[in-house]
């Protein structure tokens, strides 16, 4: 059985203080839970061994890495120094990473199995733009996007690797993707999946949906056979509708 799970991004919100409490919050908020749901949370980098004191369910995911191991990269955080600060996941690919920073699928590749052999455990994020949907291009997008970043790597590999297809025209906009869109495509990642590695690795993978996922929606969601969860923005940043969105397996 795949694993359910829900993973709260909160980008670059929360000053510290702020931020240990949220995580307190979700902590105290989610452990009652009776959905059998892994609760991830990503905050920004400065927060993460302190927040990390804080949580015991909850896990710790990291927002970004580096492509490098380590050495002159000003500004840079790389994969051994998250797992030195107590962080288990790391968010790569994420589409803010790929429109602001220029990340592409190569790039996105290098990180992905940085993090790999540091010991992360990379959430690969990948979804298509309005006009690529639109045009019809939505498969071939996300196909490239999955081949590439995740080119090289083994069906061992792939059970330390989690995919969230996040369609860019529902991030942060209100406009969440429908049940159907959601199932359509990540029925098609599996098969993907099954294709480039092995039936066992499309059906052991969890494929979360994130874009304005939120309490109203979120168990519509859920309710698909494709979808084993949802990555968070907007409303991970409230612990009790975070809360909600886990109740709502
Ligand atoms: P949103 O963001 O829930 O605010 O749409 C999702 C994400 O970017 O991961």
């Known amino acids: 059985m795949r694993k359910k799970i829900v993973a709260g991004n909160w980008k670059m919100n929360t000053l510290l203080k702020d931020g240990m409490e949220l995580a307190k919050a979700v902590e105290e908020q989610t452990r009652a839970s009776s959905a059998d749901a892994m609760v991830i949370i990503a ?111 083994t069906a061992a590999d792939m059970e330390k690797v989690v995919i969230a297809y996040e369609p860019v025209w529902a991030i942060g906009t209100g406009k969440v993707a429908t049940p159907e869109q959601a199932q359509e495509m990540h029925q098609f990642i599996r098969q993907l999946l099954a294709r480039l590695f092995d039936e066992r690795v499309a059906e052991d993978i969890s494929l979360l949906y994130g874009g304005s996922c939120k309490p109203s929606n979120a168990a519509e969601l859920f309710a698909n056979p494709d979808v084993d969860g949802g990555l968070i923005g907007g409303a991970s940043l409230k612990a009790g509708d975070f809360a909600a969105i886990v109740n709502a397996f």
Request: glycine share 10%.
């Open 43 to 153: 905050p920004p980098f400065t927060h993460l061994s302190r927040i990390g004191d804080l949580i015991s369910h909850v896990r710790l995911a990291a927002q970004n890495c580096s492509s490098e191991a380590s050495g002159a990269y000003t500004g840079e955080v790389s994969p051994d120094m998250l797992i030195s600060a107590g962080v288990e996941y790391v968010i790569i690919g994420h589409s803010e990473r790929r429109s602001y920073y220029a990340e592409d699928n190569q790039v996105l590749n290098k990180k992905v199995k940085l993090a790999l052999e540091a010991g992360l455990k990379p959430i690969y994020c990948c979804g298509e733009v309005l006009e690529e949907r639109e045009a019809g291009k939505l498969f071939e997008v996300v196909e490239t996007q999955i081949k590439v970043g995740l080119e090289g790597l």
